[in-house]
């Protein structure tokens, strides 16, 4: 059993209303449903977590730190462009980190800063970069441990 | 009537004490009893918010979307340097948007992350800007609403 | 009453023909008789010149600060690019400076080289942005005779 | 038959007269003769215009397209390093436009900000790429006469 | 049953051989055997090339794409850094393309020319990468079939 | 006696636990309590706030200038790289303000957007860096205070 | 009688049938075709090469230099972007060399890194882009030959 | 006895009236007197032309190296910013030019594009920068004909 | 005791009489005499080194290290912007350093070439500059015997 | 005795009949003479392999590698500016490298990518680059061994 | 009588036997000669001084300032690309200033990092930049004496 | 017998005690040795000259150039990145030039800003890089030698 956070960032809170030429017709609430689906399936926690405030994603990330989480899937969002502090956040606890995104952010020319962080990174799959990503986690966490045994 | 949202960025809530020789002197406080004045006289409904936060300008807005606010004036005001989040937010929501600055900006040397998924822009023009931004704003509603009908 | 000078930059005289997904298909005849009508409505003199050559508009505008006229109000238009003859222009002569563009330039990639020195700058609206020009104009002006009365 | 405009850009001229190394020996006149005899051999009716300030290029182009002219090649020469009023000018107008330089401007790291909006573009050829230029645009017609027959 | 084309870029023949501490110490053979296992625990059909050249590879995709092969996936290896003709090649044929790279190249500072032609892109999870890329192809075809019944 | 405050930048929380070979052992309850003694030993008061969301620090100096706090010591830590937002607010402030980085921010490639509205900026020390920043305050307001006298 | 070698870069081969958009539908089959019947009428001799490796187009290059051919047409396609090797083998070789490109590559915001050392460069106008190029290599040997005679 | 040409860019004419702070009060009129009557004591012939039209400052020239004018003096002003077409003109025509401008160039940010063509250029010195021209003008020609002679 | 060069690099030694604006007037010579009383107050021994030649300064260093000087505190001043050689000195040298600078060099425009070879960094806070600066260099010397006893 | 593989990269079987200004007019087929001879005077054994196609370099160096061969001397010649893959196949084997080029590419403007992962460089010395380069190797080979026994 | 210093900068010395082409066969001896002659025909005080370092140029500079010396003339020649320090120097001391090249240094591509401190600028008359120097400072302290007066 | 000067740029005089990681722990009078011994091997005369001041650097090869040195080899180590006045010296003087460097300045991404200006570089390969320096400075003089003859 594994114990993971999912960060949505800014504006994802909004998906399946908003540019539904980018991001599909899927909302939060289904995607949500088909994620803790997937987790229960493996007999994984998973907390999904959103926020527009890049010091509350955060706040939420020291948390789970402390809390006993062992692994980070987060789709950084509107935190793409900007978020040094959330990178630097990321440096500083120890958790294993999957980044993903919707949509081909290389051919959008957008640049995540925090992606050079990460131990792996998902995009272009629209849902299934999500269902992936907790699956490259999974495998992250079988491998750590593995090595550590 | 027309239901309008202005969003006062972040060091607006300082506006009048804060560097009067690019802002002037008038109080936020002034400001407001100013517009909201000028609502009322063309019989219109109008909620400012003031914010340093920049996801809670988004919160914000999102909501005001949901609520049936019809268009968003905004001084993105410290968000304007590095506001990717925000303007991803203008993206999602459908909202006709109107940017305003107090200052020219493109004399002090300052580009606009957001003005790009604006529908127009005021900027160099003081405390008319506000009023001139509620006024482009009345106009852009009554063509869409024309070309509507 | 106010007495001001409208420059209509390169390529304006082909308004409504050229372009109508950026420009619409008010042509410059019907936006000289729509701004004509909003002047006389306001009780001010307006004068139109239209020019494809930057150094007549430069003549011309030299000579209107010498005929007494008050107020500019310009769409720099082709020569937004790299207008910096006319810039000097504009910081040479002494007169208020409004700037107007019928569309987003900053979602557009254009950046404007008078906007530096102009006053306010008003872009996006369409024929609304002269509407909004000239009502820029005229409170500036006021302003400055309140101020020195 | 086919009835087109050449524009001849700044400091053309002098062509013959101005470093001959690069432009070869042939005047202005002579190639207008030969240009001539080729549109002659051909059917075609060919006006050539000569012009140093870039607005009259502009003007001179939208007068032929009000009158009928059907293609235009242009060499912009001295218009080619920030002609931008002029590409506008080109997009604007829907003339089918061949633009033709008789050296290899890439070679002499010359970028012309006309050639983006060109049907076709011929350098490097001196004398020849005015008559390839001609030919390209008799081509151009024919097929688009083609393909809307 | 998916029938896919897995292309291993410049470099990839020296796997495990090469930069350990980068790539790991499966070999080029060892990463075969664990991928077609892979694919046949699918039922799926899987090709492996490998080559040094780019322009082999792009001969390599363009008779798969007519010898009917379904989706692609690749490591572009040493040509991500200037494969631009691959690129090119990716855009001409119509094949479902996901591309994977065993370490963060976000990190390394290395950007890929490829990436954005790519439907998806997955990268920094070592052998897994490859795993996940071609669940991805399987997942992407499933649901294009889908759409398509 | 001296009123200072310190602010303590996004991610200072997880000071001692973060990157050590970086930031040293020293905790943020550790520091505190070295900077309170040292204010104590100086008859000053200090008050130390933490936060990791950038309007929080905004407001929180917001408020401090409006009780009467004399000086301003700051890590903007993770708000170095784009706190565009909080430069506006130290500019709108009067308060005297001391930038502190506990690290060598100029050998990491680090540029901090608020370091040019600070009276001072001391780098590289590691906790010495706090400490000296309280003295250089504290000269600041003895200097300030002198010439006004 | 003219003897040249027509060089098709990486990616033609799959000419009509890849991104019809930009390249029509003519394949290259039948732009050979079409090529050979011109050599023809003029009495002259074609041969057509194509390759997507980048240095068995050097290859035939220097095999033609040696074997008498007077004139190299190319399409260096997918070579366009990083062909730095073929560049230097074009300066290398004495060959008269004409560039020729279907699509205007100064809109499509790709730069040639061959063109510089063309004699002369034809782009935009589709099939007719060869048959032009042809005749300027046709016109460019008559040249020579007399000023040689 | 020496012929000159002194051409006045862009808003010369409005000399002694126009930022007084960077040019100074004396008037263009006062300026002519000046120089002419420095010609004079010189024994030599001098025109001066005023344009704010770059293609006119062209035509005149070409016209005055027709005319047998031996050296061009020029203030470039408005087009020193942009002026690639007067530059190639003054590369086309063989006559001896030194540029003058009246402020610091350097110091203000601004880089002549016509300075490269130059055989002398003289900045920052006022009005003197124009007597110092005319000096220099009248050294090179006395120099050239020394050496021919 | 602590034994310490500190460095005056080009243009210190007019202190004081340069650019009162930026340096006060306080005097070399007073600020000598500051420094050595701070000096003595602490039972140090400070030698201070005024050059204008950058390689003078390396001699010094150079000097100082052989001579068993323990710390270093320089004001690189005229050598900030090019001093590549000074730089490569110090780190050629193993000596403590701490670089100290008057004025807020990141509010100038200013990078020191410097800074990210210094153990810290102080700067913008005038004479202060320099006590600190000294003050510093104690705690580092005490903090190193520390960990090494 | 030492055995060692020279690689001529792109276009340098043209040598001596290529840009002789550059290259001289010794002849490939001269050169690999001269070089064999000096390999037999030191007694080593010197394979010389010639290619236009990167990959084939490439598989030339693995093969090598795999083969017992102790050093590589390679003149990259064309794939000096874009050999990235060739670049990360250096890095890959483990042989030692020494990059030779006959001209001075620092003043061309050529900058090597394979440079960086060379053991020593040498150019601008025409045939003596590659006399030098196998000296250097054998130097270099002789230390390894040296410190290894 | 004016009292000045000529400061020739890095490599002036070897003036007439450097680089020919570029600076003629006039040597230092021969120039200085000239240039004493000139100031003895104005009654003028001229001391002419060579340096290859850049801090001895400063200290003469320092040293001339406190001796009274009126005005400096300058070629930095060599320290013209990064002389920094120098700059701050002509900034610290109030020495009117004019610069003197002998070629037109835009043309060769140099920048001079000093030419913005400068009162005014002379470039590209070979050995009468020198005399046109001396007479434009002779001007400048003229015209400072007769405002002073 | 050739006579030759060695010039060591700024911290050479270090090394062997300076970053024994980059340049090993040879001590500066060791390499002399090495070095003199290798020049009396081939009967060569070699003067070693040390300095940190780039101007001392410039006078001596201008005296050596006088004195009939044959040929210069320098390390200009601290002078490499901006010793722009040592490059122009370079080119005044007609001395052959071998430059050399211990390190491979293309890895450490260091550009040679006097490696244009010389006949020959090496790098990379420690002490060898000079014995490497000499051979190459003795083969470039006898090649001018018997080109002479």
Redesign the interface.
Known sequence: MVNMLLVQ???M??LG???PEHYGTTTAAELDTLLQADAKAHGDRLEIFY??????A??RI?AAASAGVQGLVMNP??????G???R??L???ALPYVEVHMT?I??RGIR?VT???????????GV??YV?GL??MR??LATRCGSAG
């Not at 926020?51 to 509350?56: A, H, L, Q, V």
């Not at 969002?77 to 900007?82: P, Q």
């Not at 962080?117 to 995009?123: C, E, M, P, Q, Y």
Request: net charge negative; with cysteine.
């Open positions: 960032g800014a504006n809170n909004h209303l908003r540019e926020t527009n405030i890049e010091g509350e955060m706040n020291y969002a509107g935190f793409t462009h900007a040094y502090a959330l630097d956040c440096k500083a606890v081909n290389e051919r995540s992606a050079e962080v990460a131990d792996g990174v998902i995009f272009g799959l299934q970069s992936l699956a490259a495998q992250l």
